[in-house]
């Protein structure tokens, strides 16, 4: 079964073609990192102008590397959301306009969900299993028991773990995208600051990152002001001590309390090596699988593939009325 996957939740525009929701045939994502830099940050109507511009020449690579034709396709899945509204409908209409014109069938995908099916793409999924999602926009614990089974454990009550990265970045002057270059300076450092966990020891699964966040800012601006020297690469890896602490502890417990038989990180902060290793260090009784690099930041191989599940969970498709949305729950 070949599906092709449509992803424009944000600024990559990308399709894929993904064979059994584990080969992937090709997937091709168009970035618009340098364009954005400017601004320190996505702006939305840049970022769905730009997916007009590069959508059919994404569509046309990933056709070409796949080595396929259309009527070999048996399946489209798109993001449905959540995501930028005007960036997602370019994705979904697009998506549309091949489904009528091939008579292909399509679903729309959750995309929190296409993040955590990047880890079938080179590591099977068993179940139970624990996900940990963070992202940009998302820092959540799911429990699944099977296929398309999304139990939510816990959640962030405030900032999600990539906003307040991309946050701690700028203060420090750091280049859009602000994540990376934290973590390539921490790597660098030592937890010179000793900031606080937040809700390490709540006694619950949710997370709050804006406290941290604040006392980071806080922290640097009072050094600036009484002209202190601040080692960055310090800065930055106190900073991610604390992240990364409370991120372990509290997949560790949810581990444990649930008696999982494997942990998976999926989202952008997935690539995090920082955290990548604290995981690894911290849990030893059950695989820990993180996504490769290309599939942990946003592309259509990761929603081909929970295209492929859910399609085979469910054995139905969506209609022509498939929109998009800024907010959706993941289900």
Do not use: W
């Not at 934290?182 to 949710?206: E, Y």
């Not at 990548?276 to 290309?294: A, G, L, W």
């Amino acid at each position: 079964m070949i599906v092709m996957g449509v992803e424009t939740s944000c600024d990559e525009t990308s399709v894929s073609l993904v064979e059994d929701g584990k080969r992937v045939l090709a997937n091709e994502v168009l970035s618009q990192i340098d364009i954005h830099k400017e601004y320190g940050g996505v702006v939305p109507e840049i970022a769905s102008r730009e997916h007009v511009k590069g959508i059919v020449f994404v569509f046309d690579q990933a056709m070409k590397k796949a080595n396929i034709n259309y009527k070999d396709i048996d399946l489209i899945a798109v993001t449905a959301g959540p995501g930028l509204i005007g960036s997602l409908l370019i994705g979904i209409n697009a998506a549309k306009v091949i489904s009528l014109n091939y008579g292909i069938p399509i679903i729309g995908i959750q995309h929190i969900a296409g993040h955590i099916y990047a880890n079938n793409i080179e590591h099977d999924m068993e179940f139970p299993l624990l996900a940990l999602v963070v992202s940009g926009g998302h820092t959540e614990l799911v429990l699944m028991e099977s296929h398309y089974d999304f139990q939510k454990l816990g959640e962030t009550q405030d900032d999600a773990v990539g906003e307040a990265y991309d946050k701690v970045a700028r203060i420090l002057g750091l280049p859009y995208p602000g994540g990376p270059q934290v973590d390539k300076l921490a790597q660098q450092g030592k937890d010179t600051f000793s900031f606080p966990r937040p809700m390490l020891d709540s006694g619950d699964f949710n997370f709050s990152f804006s406290g941290l966040k604040s006392k980071v800012i806080n922290t640097y601006h009072n050094l600036n002001q009484r002209k202190a020297t601040i080692s960055t690469p310090d800065f930055c890896r106190s900073f991610q001590e604390a992240v990364t602490d409370v991120l372990v502890k509290k997949t560790n417990d949810a581990m444990n309390l649930h008696n999982v038989k494997q942990v998976i990180v999926a989202g952008g902060v997935a690539a995090n090596q920082g955290l990548r290793e604290k995981m690894r260090q911290t849990i030893t009784d059950v695989p820990v699988y993180f996504p490769s690099i290309k599939y942990c930041t946003d592309n259509a191989a990761m929603i081909a593939v929970a295209g492929y599940f859910k399609y085979k969970k469910e054995q139905k498709a969506d209609d022509y009325l498939l929109n998009g949305f800024s907010r959706l729950e993941l289900k």
